[in-house]
C-alpha cells in the first residue's frame, strides 16, 4: 500500500536577521483518487523560542486531478507565497511517489521550458499572424520623412473652429 502523505520537495532559505526555516511539499492520494497538495515551513533557527514551534502550514490546495493540476498547484503556492521556485525541483519526489505521475509532470514542465525557450528566442517564428499594410509605402514614406527632420506632422481640425469676433 502506498503512504497517503509524500514529501515531495523540500528546501531551506534564511534572511538577513540570520532567521532560517525550511519548506516541505507533500503530495498526498484521497480515497477518490484526487491529489491534495500541501506546503509546510518550520523556523530552523537555534533560538530557544522556536523549539517547539509547530510548522506553519498553507492551505491545501485538493482535487488535484492531473500533473498538469499538480504543476499548477506548486507555481501557485510559489508565486501567491512562498517565492519563486523552480517546478523541475518536484520531478523526483513526485517520481517516486507515483512514476506515471511523476512522468507526465516532467513532460509538462519540459512543455513549459519549451514554450518559455521559444517566447524567448529572437529568431523563432513568431506565433502573430503577419498582416500585409496595403498603405506600407505611403507610411514608410511618412516615417522616414519625420525621422529626417524633413516633415513636421500637425494637426488640422476636420472643421474651422469659430474665430472670435473683434469688436
Known amino acids: 500500500m502506498q503512504e497517503k502523505k509524500h514529501l515531495i ?3 531551506s532559505d534564511f534572511n538577513m536577521a ?9 503530495l498526498e492520494r484521497e480515497e477518490d483518487g484526487s491529489f491534495t497538495l500541501r506546503a509546510e515551513q518550520t523556523i530552523d533557527d537555534d533560538d530557544p523560542e522556536y523549539e ?11 482535487g488535484l486531478r492531473s500533473a498538469e493540476d ?3 498547484a506548486t507555481t501557485c503556492y510559489g508565486e501567491e507565497y512562498i517565492g519563486e ?3 523541475s ?8 511517489f507515483d512514476s506515471k505521475l511523476g512522468a507526465q509532470f516532467k513532460r509538462k514542465v519540459e512543455r513549459v521550458e519549451h514554450d518559455n525557450q521559444a517566447d524567448d528566442d529572437d529568431s523563432a517564428p513568431s506565433k502573430m499572424r503577419y498582416i500585409e499594410n496595403p498603405n506600407k509605402d505611403q507610411v514608410m514614406r511618412l516615417y ?3 525621422d529626417s527632420g524633413g516633415m513636421q506632422v500637425t494637426r488640422r481640425p476636420r472643421h474651422p473652429l469659430p474665430q472670435d469676433k473683434e469688436d
Open 144 to 146: 522616414k520623412a519625420m
Open 70 to 72: 499538480i504543476y499548477d
Open 9 to 11: 520537495y523540500e528546501f
Open 18 to 26: 540570520r532567521s532560517e526555516w525550511t519548506w516541505r511539499y507533500y
Open 89 to 96: 525541483n518536484f520531478i523526483a519526489g513526485i517520481t517516486s
Open 85 to 87: 521556485v523552480d517546478p
Open 52 to 62: 517547539n514551534e509547530e510548522p506553519w502550514a498553507l492551505d491545501p490546495l485538493e
